[in-house]
């Protein structure tokens, strides 16, 4: 399956091509290679002999386990992807469904990253609860410990992705325009098709300086492998 960050950067690239000479191009083609440096993706993975495809703005679902963290990373990502989500969880479920908004494409890339940052994030969670002394701390206090390392981590991650997105408005202001006229439109067409959403309540939790540290270490060039393909880390 191709990579959908590549799917992406190869639709920027295309575009450039189209709107050569012209401002809209010179745009595109920077943040396309804005893309390909944050994501380590090269040329030669890059085919540009596709047709570009219609890119709508719709709904998606996806499942994930029930946690507050999950939901609270799926939000995460999904406003660096210029999206927007929306959860569901019923009584005895033991799962909850996201539902994401956003292009086609923004939607593919949010799902691909969403993978990769939740198996860095949980795979970390639990090798940092493994290590913690049995003789100190018992199993209830390992796991409050390992759900603060999570919900920190997220914290962490969303820190990076704001110092990503701050960078790129500094070095490439009209593209950083564009990427916000993405979302926004994403937001009217939300407002249109269901009006008002009601905020969800986020429990309290104690920092921890470990999991925030994970957060921020964890690599969203994770996966892109050298043929194009997308291999997800294990663990988790």
């Excluded at 060039?221 to 291999?231: D, F, L, Q, R």
């Amino acid at each position: 399956m191709t990579n959908p960050i590549i799917a992406k950067v190869e639709k920027l690239l295309r575009l450039a091509q189209d709107q050569d000479g012209r401002p809209e191009g010179e745009t595109a083609a920077r943040l396309a290679h804005r893309m390909m440096a944050a994501h380590a993706i090269e040329m030669a993975q890059i085919d540009l002999g596709k047709q570009a495809e219609h890119d709508p703005i719709e709904e998606q679902t996806m499942s994930v386990k029930a946690s507050v963290w999950r939901r609270l990373l799926a939000n995460a990502v999904a406003k660096h992807c210029n999206c927007q989500t929306s959860y569901r969880s019923y009584k005895g479920m033991s799962g909850q469904r996201i539902t994401m908004y956003g292009h086609r494409t923004d939607i593919e890339v949010l799902q691909y990253l969403y993978d990769i940052c939740e198996r860095q994030i949980e795979t970390a969670a639990r090798k940092y609860v493994n290590a913690l002394n049995s003789e100190w701390y018992d199993r209830g206090e390992k796991k409050s410990l390992g759900n603060s390392f999570r919900r920190s981590a997220v914290h962490g991650l969303w820190s990076k992705l704001c110092a990503i997105q701050e960078e790129t408005k500094q070095e490439n202001a009209e593209g950083f325009a564009l990427v916000t006229n993405r979302a926004n439109k994403v937001s009217d067409w939300m407002h249109d098709q269901y009006g008002s959403f009601r905020s969800g309540r986020v429990s309290s939790y104690r920092h921890n300086n470990s999991g925030y540290q994970a957060g921020r270490s964890v690599s969203l060039s994770a996966g892109v492998s050298s043929n194009g393909n997308t291999k997800l880390l294990g663990g988790g």
